[in-house]
């Protein structure tokens, strides 16, 4: 259960807040929809909930607030936007990474996957993905950690009708299990067929909180759908005649051969257009529109009828019906309620008989209205608030496990759930307008125990998933091997280098040798892709700051870094070989404390990378940090060692000795003071003075956003 009283988000200069005083209720068990058209305040009212943006009010998921739940994405499924990944992840990839930060087995992807139907994309990139397929990917992400709350923003937009039902029959599953959905919608109609409880903004403010069979009766626009192709003549004929009438019936042309005629009906309509003999296709009642102001989407219906229609049109024409097009949800319809039951018979024999389409049937002499010549056209579009005359198979769905969803009328839909309503786990929902029956409920994901712990549950697991899932890694250590291995074969054929530079590829002129750079790269995109791509959190910039993950990534960081730096000096050293003999690709005599420094070196500008990555939150910035340590800090690290003051460090491991007053095992003073030799040196002691003045600004921030 939602509860959230008082969100009121922070005013901008001198205008009002976007959100004002919002207090609702989303019950267990039940779809709760926030309806508003855009900029009406639903995306805000939801990122004030989970604590995203600085406001006023409390929301309390199950009796407590977001912050105090130990492992969030246990309790609340997020869905803010498109899913945030890396473009050139794998789908697959993208929810085994998701698994580690959840703490769940790694089967759990493939659960996930194979309910919302992506088990044949699982190979595909995220950034070919439809739109379509990105909404099923952002709710299997969401479905991931077997959470209690389901928290969508928009999650239709740009989906199929197709799609749309799937995804309405896997929200209305989880409902019926126990769970609760909040989701936002600027479409009325879709609210009123798909919620069991509407919450209505505008600018800001909420302005009805109702059931959804009261929203349909109190702010929805009950109207007659017609379609016929002399559509401005039957326009002129209904006002001339309420007109005359003095009845209030508005009329209003739609896109094509299209009216929508607001309070008049299916029989008055009808009965104009037979004594007129006006050809109509299609007559039926709809719930309209909120008024003016609403956001209307009359085109996307009038795709959704072309691709869920199976049979045809049905047309009582000379006393025989001509099979057509057949709405798949059923026929509405007051004009003649004999008719309409005799079509559906008719509808039934010719699926029996595998009829050709096109095909007449005979009916009886009350099918057919008027003398010979004058015909009455029927049609029916998907209305799921009218009442089901007649109920149609569902049309074939190729891909995916999408779910079966029967409604019945509003007047039977007591009756029916009681009659009806299965037992078990997966009963019809609590609150709801139709009734869902058991086996028509999709699959979801068994439950699982997720241990509550602050995010990711399993840091190393989830890098180690992040640095390997994408070919960046890859790509950036083959160019800095390449471009070593060439940097030394030009400089042996220039000559005057060390050799110990030689085997670096470290020119005097350059600030860092290509393998430094590389590993202060992977190090910067170690974080950057944390807030470019925010795997770990529901909105840009909110990466968890967890001394784990930082501790991860610093790991990870120093492995690749030392890889790097065995790879690439093994690499030089056989490329001189191969080119200019053994002599050049011998090992300099004090090759221990040139490796301490060499990897010092690396694996120093890696952490600096990841560093400043974390701080800045721009992998750019963590390069542009690595750079500036040889480029500015060094030079002040020189300046301050220069002088006749300083003294040198003769001596030291000797009296490290006296000082513990016993041998060190296998010589490790050797080992101390060559890392002491290190540190000492400009560069060395620039980098511990980056990296400690980097670390304490991480900790700075981390806690400062803990307070916070």
């Known amino acids: 259960m939602i509860q959230a009283f008082g969100l009121t988000s922070n005013p901008r200069k001198e205008l009002p807040p976007a959100v004002d005083d919002v207090s609702f209720e989303a019950r267990a068990g039940c779809v709760t929809t926030l309806l508003g058209t855009p900029g009406a305040g639903k995306t805000t009212v939801l990122r004030l909930m989970l604590e995203l943006q600085q406001g006023r009010g409390t929301t309390y998921f199950r009796g407590r607030p977001l912050h105090r739940i130990a492992h969030p994405s246990r309790e609340v499924g997020v869905l803010l936007g498109d899913v945030p990944g890396h473009p050139a992840r794998t789908v697959r990839g993208q929810l085994r990474m998701l698994c580690a930060a959840a ?70 599953a ?39 069979a009261d929203f349909s009766r109190t702010r929805l626009r009950p109207r007659v759908a017609v379609r016929s192709p002399h559509a401005a003549r039957l326009a002129a004929l209904l006002t001339k005649e309420a007109r005359t009438a003095q009845r209030s019936v508005e009329v209003v042309r739609e896109a094509g051969n299209r009216l929508s005629v607001y309070g008049s009906t299916c029989a008055d309509i009808g009965e104009t257009a037979f004594r007129h003999g006006i050809l109509v296709h299609q007559l039926a009642d709809e719930v309209g529109d909120m008024g003016p ?51 559906a018979g008719a509808v039934a024999a010719s ?25 009455l056209h029927t049609a029916t579009v998907p209305s799921t608030e009218a009442t089901s005359a007649i109920s149609l198979p569902e049309p074939n769905v190729p891909t995916g496990r999408l779910p079966t969803v029967t409604r019945v009328s509003e007047s039977t839909a007591g009756r029916a759930s009681a009659a009806s309503a299965p037992t078990g786990p997966q009963s019809a929902r ?20 997720v241990r509550p712990a602050p995010s990711p549950l399993r840091p190393l697991r989830y890098e ?78 909110t990466v968890p700051r967890r001394l784990g993950l930082l501790m991860a990534k610093l790991v990870v960081a120093a492995a690749t870094g030392l890889l790097l730096a065995f790879l690439t000096v093994g690499c030089d050293a056989e490329v001189l070989y191969l080119v200019y003999g053994r002599e050049l690709a011998r090992v300099p005599a004090d090759w221990l404390m040139l490796s301490a420094s060499w990897v010092g070196l690396v694996i120093g500008c890696a952490w600096a990378g990841v560093l400043a990555a974390g701080i800045f939150r721009s992998t750019t910035a963590g ?27 003769a001596g030291f491991s000797v009296r490290l000795r006296e000082l ?22 400009p560069v060395g002691g620039a980098l511990t003075l980056s990296l400690a003045a980097l670390l304490c600004a991480y900790l700075l921030t981390t806690l400062r956003s803990r307070v916070r």
Do not use: N
């Not at 024409?317 to 309409?340: H, P, R």
């Not at 609590?430 to 125990?449: A, K």
């Open 623 to 649: 390069l542009a940090a690595v750079l500036a340590v040889p480029v500015l800090v060094v030079p002040l690290v020189q300046k301050v060692l220069e002088g006749s003051s300083v003294r040198s460090a």
């Open 430 to 449: 609590p609150c709801s307008s139709g009734v869902l029956t058991s086996d028509s409920l999709p699959p979801l994901p068994p439950p699982i125990s």
């Open 351 to 375: 699926e029996d008989a595998d009829l050709p389409q096109g095909s007449a049937i005979p009916l009886g002499p009350s099918a057919s209205h008027g003398s010979a010549g004058q015909s």
């Open 464 to 541: 180690l998933r992040r640095a390997g899932g994408v070919g960046t890694g890859f790509l950036t250590g083959a160019a800095v091997l390449v471009s070593s291995a060439l940097v030394a074969v030009l400089l042996a054929r220039v000559g005057h280098t060390p050799q110990h530079r030689l085997l670096a590829a470290w020119p005097q002129e350059l600030p860092l040798p290509p393998a430094a750079l590389g590993a202060g790269l992977l190090g910067a995109i170690a974080f950057g892709d944390e807030f470019r791509h925010p795997a770990l959190a529901v909105d840009r910039g």
């Open 293 to 343: 102001g609403a956001d209307s989407t009359r085109e996307e219906e009038t795709s959704a009828c072309r691709e869920t229609r199976t049979l045809g049109e049905a047309r009582v024409a000379g006393g025989s019906l001509v099979l057509g097009e057949v709405g798949a949800t059923g026929m509405t319809g007051e004009a003649d309620g004999t008719a309409v039951r005799k079509a």
């Open 103 to 172: 703490g769940v087995p790694v089967r759990r992807a493939d659960e996930v996957l194979e309910v919302v139907g992506l088990v044949s994309l699982r190979d595909e990139r995220l950034g070919a993905l439809s739109r379509g397929m990105d909404r099923r990917l952002g709710l299997a992400c969401a479905l991931l950690a077997d959470p209690h709350t389901l928290v969508l923003d928009a999650l239709t937009d740009g989906m199929s009708a197709r799609e749309r039902h799937w995804l309405h029959g896997m929200l209305r």
């Open 174 to 212: 989880h409902a019926a299990q126990g769970g609760t959905v909040l989701c936002t919608t600027a479409d009325p109609k879709e609210a009123a067929r798909t919620a069991d409880r509407i919450i209505t903004l505008e600018q800001g403010r909420l302005v009805a909180d109702q059931e959804a």
């Open 660 to 681: 513990f007053l016993a041998e060190w095992p296998f010589g490790g003073e050797r080992y101390l003071a060559a890392g002491a030799r290190v540190i000492a040196q």
